[in-house]
């Protein structure tokens, strides 16, 4: 299977996905720290890909994506957004909701 079947697989296998550096109890960025933590504070479980230890995936994806930055927040298939987008979410409300929607089915 190649990168872009798996990305396809990993954004359609799971309703929540994070494409981030590190992992969210061990981040490896700013950015993906207040993207993981925002996401945690949700309260629901969500898959993550570490890109730092999948390098195809972090060359491939923005490409696939057309977003050229990490982390990336996949929800039900669509992105969402980066970091800011995540945490603009987050605090005005409109994350959880989405979130808590996207796992209940």
């Known amino acids: 299977m190649d990168v872009l079947d798996t990305i396809k697989q ?3 296998d799971n309703d ?6 590190g992992s969210p109890s061990a981040p490896q960025c700013g950015f993906s720290q207040r993207a993981s933590q925002a996401l945690m504070a949700c309260g629901q479980r969500f898959a993550y890909v570490d890109i730092l230890t ?19 927040l ?3 298939g669509e992105l969402i957004g980066g970091c800011d987008i995540i945490t603009e979410m987050s605090e005005n409300g409109e994350l959880k909701p989405l979130i808590d929607a996207a796992v209940a089915g």
């Open 74 to 76: 996949w929800v039900k």
């Open 54 to 72: 999948n390098p195809e995936i972090r060359s491939e994806l923005p490409k696939f994506a057309n977003w050229p930055t990490f982390p990336q």
């Open 10 to 12: 990993q954004i359609s």
């Open 16 to 21: 929540v996905i994070l494409y981030m550096k």
